[in-house]
């Protein structure tokens, strides 16, 4: 996928976005990854959020 792959689903995936302050965790809506970008991409993604 191009550098624009995610581009038309940004919002959607950042409003998908939940943090745990009492687990320290972040979840999010993985399948609007899955279905936009390859698995390089998502792993540089994931590697932001510390996954």
């Known amino acids: 996928m191009g550098k624009d792959a995610l581009e038309q ?12 302050k009492k687990h320290q965790q972040i979840s999010f809506d ?5 279905t936009n970008l390859s ?8 590697a932001l959020f510390g996954q």
Request: aromatic fraction near 16%; hydrophobic fraction near 50%.
């Open 9 to 20: 689903h940004v919002f959607q995936f950042v409003s998908s976005v939940k943090f745990s």
């Open 30 to 34: 993985k399948e609007l990854l899955e």
């Open 39 to 46: 698995a390089t991409e998502i792993y540089k993604i994931l």
